[in-house]
Every structure is written in C-alpha cells, then in structure tokens.
C-alpha cells in the first residue's frame, strides 16, 4: 500500500450552481498557482485591492498582503475553512498537469475520481476536514473513497470511507459506489507535454466569472454574518 499519495474517489447528490460557488471560493485556501501570471495577479489585486504596475511571475499571497492580519481579514472576508488541506477544489485556477480539479464542480456535480491527495493523508486527518465541511455545507450527500494507491496504480482498492450527509460524517467499510480511479485529461496532459500554448488550460473559468464568484461569495459571508443573531 502507498500511503503517500492516495487515489480520492467522491461521488454525491447535485447540488445548485450557486451552492458549488461558495465551496469551491471557501474550500480553496484562497490558494491560486499557475503558470498564467496574469490572471493569478488580477485574482489577488481584487482580493486586495491592490493594483501592481507589473507583472509579478510565479506571484503567490504573500506579495499581496503585508502582513498576517490582513491575510486573515481576507480570509474571513470570503469565510475561508481554515482547517481544509487534503479537501481542497482547485477549481479557479491550477498549476497541477491536470489542470483545475476538486470533488465540487462548477455546475453543481460532486465527483471525482482522476487525481490523488497527499502527501501522506492520514484517515483521521481526512475525516476531521470532511467534518469540517460538513458542519458548513450541511446539504452536502456524498461518499468519499481514499484508495491504497494513486489512480493510475494497478491493483488499486478502496481503503476508507467516508459518509457525509446532514451535516455528519461516518467511516464505514468500503462499498462499490462503481466508481473507481482513473485518468486525467490525456488532451491537456498532451498539450503540457509538447509545450504548447496551455495556460488556457490551467484557468477553469475566465477571469471575470472568477472575480463575479469572489464577490458573489464575500456578500453572501456578509449577509450571513448579519442574519446570526448576536451572542450574549
């Protein structure tokens, strides 16, 4: 068994495009990387409202906030779950050969089933983050599988299960959700490969849905920040 990387398999009940917009902005990390500097620079001078006179290659957070409180207003601004390392939807924007990726797509559908989470992804580890997840997004009916190996090993088989329904999660046995691991986009991996013009392939929107979902996500944080009733 490989316990480094291990193959993730998630399947589940549809959920509403709008819905899908929340998970992927909060289960990101606020995390963007790709080799398309200038649509990751746009992301984080809108996150900051900081407008750069250049482009800043291989840009990362840390050259857009000046310190830690502000990273963490941010963080708060788009009610980020702080805890989510393994569950990530690297929908926006992806360095990853594969291209954007995670078990909540744009359109609503939960599925997944071409790449591997690690390193090292401890089953107590994933559990506590779909708990996490969970305890947010309480509309959320999937099964989530870790196999004992990456998805495009041979001799693959489920090693743990995950149940997420009500806002709860179970670990039971591996059953046959007849879905199993497989392989990513062989078009994409072909055009990374040959070194041909694939950042278009690294964006899983356009620049402008990105910022439309930024926005749509930190008024809905706001607004439900106001309808909680104050603590005493």
């Known amino acids: 068994m490989s316990d480094k990387w291990m193959g993730l398999v998630v399947v589940g009940k549809k959920i509403t495009e709008e819905q899908a917009k929340e998970i992927i902005v909060r ?3 606020l995390y963007f990387c790709s080799n398309d500097h200038k649509f990751v ?23 857009f906030c000046d ?17 989510i390392e393994y569950l990530k939807n690297s929908q926006i924007v992806s360095s990853y050969i594969g291209g954007p990726h995670g078990w909540c797509n744009w359109d609503g559908t939960i599925f997944t089933n071409s790449y591997n989470v690690g390193k090292y992804p401890s089953k107590e580890y994933i559990f506590k983050e779909w708990k996490e997840i969970a305890r947010e997004f309480s509309y959320l009916d999937l099964k989530c599988q870790l196999w004992n190996g990456e998805v495009c090993d041979e001799d693959n088989a489920p090693y743990v299960q ?11 046995e591996p059953e046959d959700l007849y879905v199993y691991p497989g392989y990513m986009d062989i078009q994409r991996m072909k055009l990374v490969i040959l070194g041909g013009n694939h950042l278009d392939f690294e964006c899983g929107c356009s620049i402008e849905h990105a910022i439309e979902t930024l926005d749509f996500v930190e008024e809905k944080m706001k607004n439900d920040t106001k309808r909680k009733p104050a603590k005493h």
């Open 67 to 83: 310190d830690k409180k502000e990273l963490n207003f941010a963080m708060k601004r788009y009610g980020i779950l702080p805890g």
């Open 27 to 29: 289960t990101s990390g």
């Open 162 to 172: 995950y149940n997420v329904k009500n806002g709860k999660v179970k670990v039971v």
């Open 41 to 63: 620079q746009e992301l984080y001078e809108h996150i900051f409202n900081k407008k750069l006179d250049h482009i800043v290659y291989h840009a990362s957070i840390c050259e």
